[in-house]
Structure formats: structure tokens, C-alpha cells
């Protein structure tokens, strides 16, 4: 059974970062496209970036870009996210997520909650 | 930038159908998916390449993609299924969401 498991996030000051990781069991980790994505409180679900099966190709929403750098690493089953410059805005749950087929996250974590504040 | 546009809300009693609504420009020329989140918990995939679903979905929900408009529904729809239903298109290089419908089940 393939599990997702988000880790990383807690409190931080405006301006401050943080290190977001997923670690992932079962196998195949290396053979999937891996993305994350953030839900502000009470609001809807943003994609925020996704890492090729090699970690050679990475995409990210253009609102982020600068900021969040995704990564991964195949040796050790996990999913990164460095997110620098916090801003209130980005107060969210984060969630790792599977990518699959054409394009569809079949498989979520319970996510890690990011709280921007003084 | 491309946006998929979704009714805030839907209410309906048990047993009656449901559908939800996703628009986009040429909609149609993509994929859409759709998920199922409810409150507290994480979304779970419910539709994938417009029309198929994933094992373990019930085959109440189903699936369609033309022109600007994808549509999920969900037939004889029971309480259980009251949540927030979310649409997903690939652009190209970005992946986008739908603002979210809340499915309410009188």
C-alpha cells in the first residue's frame, strides 16, 4: 500500500522559510511524477509545483516561482519543498501529492500545516 | 491565464442527482478530473481523464468533457457524498483548479 507522509511545517515569521518533506512507501517512488499542493484555510486547492520522475523537469505556478524550489530524492523515497520569503498569504495546508496518467493526483497525503505569522 | 469556473454551491435531497459544472475556455481539448474532499480530510481523486474512475469509486459518479464545459454527476446521491467537489485541468505547464463546489445533501 502506497502511503504519503508530509512533514516540516509549523509556525514561522514573515520573511522566515521552512523545508517541507514527503516521505512515500510502497513501491515505485522513482517511476512518478510528484507535486505539491496547498489549501488556505477554508479556501480551494492550488497547485503549487511538480518534479519529474528524475527530478530533471520542474514546474512550478508562476505565483510561487522564485520562492518555492521543489526536489526529490529517489534513494530515499521523499519529496521536498524549500519555501523562502513567507508571507501571510501562503499560510496553508501542504500536501504531497502522486501524479499520474494525464495528468491527475491519485494519491495525497494528510499534509502538513503552514502557519505565517508574528 | 487559463481558469475553470465552478458553482459555489449545490444542495439537492438524497436520491436526487447531482451535477457540477466546470468551464473553461475549450475545456473540451483537455483532460478534467475531479475530487472529492471532505471536511478535515484530504481530497481523493473521484474521476481522472474526464470520464473514468478510479477503483473503490462508486459507479454513481461519472464523468463528461465537451466543449467549455466538464461535468460531474452523481446519481442517487446520498448524504454521505456531501463534500467539496473540486475540477482539474492540465494547461500545458501548469496545473489548475476549479474554485471548489460544496455539495450539500438536504
Known amino acids: 500500500e502506497v502511503q504519503l507522509v508530509e512533514s516540516g511545517g509549523g509556525l514561522v515569521q514573515p520573511g522566515g522559510s521552512l523545508g517541507l518533506s514527503c516521505i512515500v512507501s510502497g513501491v515505485g517512488f522513482s517511476n512518478y511524477w510528484m507535486s505539491w499542493v496547498r489549501q488556505a484555510p477554508g479556501k480551494g486547492l492550488e497547485w503549487v509545483a511538480s518534479i519529474k520522475e528524475d527530478g530533471s523537469e520542474k514546474y512550478y505556478v508562476d505565483s510561487l516561482k522564485g520562492r518555492f524550489t521543489i526536489s526529490r530524492d529517489n534513494g530515499n523515497n521523499s519529496l521536498h519543498l524549500q519555501v523562502n520569503s513567507l508571507r501571510a498569504e501562503d499560510t496553508a495546508m501542504y500536501y504531497c501529492?502522486?501524479?499520474?496518467?494525464?495528468?491527475?493526483?491519485?494519491?495525497w497525503g494528510q499534509g502538513t500545516m503552514v502557519t505565517v505569522s508574528s | 491565464s487559463f481558469k475553470l469556473t465552478q458553482p459555489p454551491s449545490v444542495s439537492l435531497s438524497p436520491g436526487q442527482t447531482a451535477s457540477i459544472s466546470c468551464s473553461g475556455d475549450k475545456l473540451g481539448d483537455k483532460y478534467v478530473c475531479w475530487y472529492q474532499q471532505k471536511p478535515g480530510q484530504s481530497p481523493v481523486l473521484v474521476i481522472f481523464?474526464?470520464?473514468q474512475r478510479p477503483s473503490g469509486i462508486p459507479d454513481r459518479f461519472s464523468g463528461s468533457n465537451s466543449g467549455n464545459t466538464a461535468t460531474l454527476t452523481i446519481s442517487g446521491t446520498r448524504a454521505m457524498d456531501e463534500a467539496d467537489y473540486y475540477c482539474q485541468a492540465w494547461d500545458g505547464s501548469t496545473v489548475v483548479f476549479g474554485g471548489g463546489t460544496k455539495l450539500t445533501v438536504l
Open positions: 481523464q474526464d470520464d
Open positions: 501529492a502522486r501524479l499520474v496518467g494525464y495528468v491527475a493526483f491519485d494519491m
